[in-house]
């Protein structure tokens, strides 16, 4: 699975605004509602409904909010960046300044599992955390993200 294929650029935001856990959820769903047509209350419903059995904060300042919804026919994903942080209950108790989510059709254990493990493994690389944070428009960071993923397999 390529990052391309569930991420579009109009679910890529360069600075987030929100502040608390429940409005950075619902800003991440926002475009992914817009995009997909889904009830933007419902997708956030979801999110937090995941939080709630344990922060998708991993630590090293990256956040992957996750969850499934059965109107969803393909997994899909938004991105946003926060130059100062926020707090999002990761586990290293540190601020997080990437939040990925990712949200799979119901009956997609599969895919759903595959793009968790892809953004995981972006997200682990210290370089590409750096050039997420440098770059200043949502178009460079998708293509950023995109290129780098596209090169993984190779």
Do not use: W
Request: glycine letters at 6%; one cysteine or more; proline letters at 4%.
């Amino acid at each position: 699975m390529k990052i391309a294929d569930i991420l579009s650029p109009e679910c890529v935001i360069s600075d987030i605004n929100a502040t608390q856990k429940k409005d950075i959820l619902e800003e991440l769903a926002r475009p992914v509602a817009q995009e997909h047509n889904l009830d933007l209350n419902e997708l956030v419903g979801v999110l937090q409904a995941r939080e709630k059995l344990g922060s998708t904060g991993i630590g090293e300042g990256v956040a992957i909010p996750h969850g499934k919804m059965g109107d969803l026919k393909t997994v899909a994903a938004a991105i946003a960046r926060s130059s100062k942080g926020l707090s999002f209950d990761a586990i290293d108790g540190k601020p997080c300044h990437i939040f990925f989510m990712l949200v799979a059709p119901s009956n997609s254990a599969s895919q759903h599992l595959k793009a968790l493990a892809r953004a995981s493994m972006l997200l682990k690389d210290p370089a590409l955390r750096k050039k997420i944070m440098e770059v200043r428009t949502s178009g460079e960071m998708y293509h950023l993200i995109v290129d780098y993923d596209s090169r993984l397999d190779e």
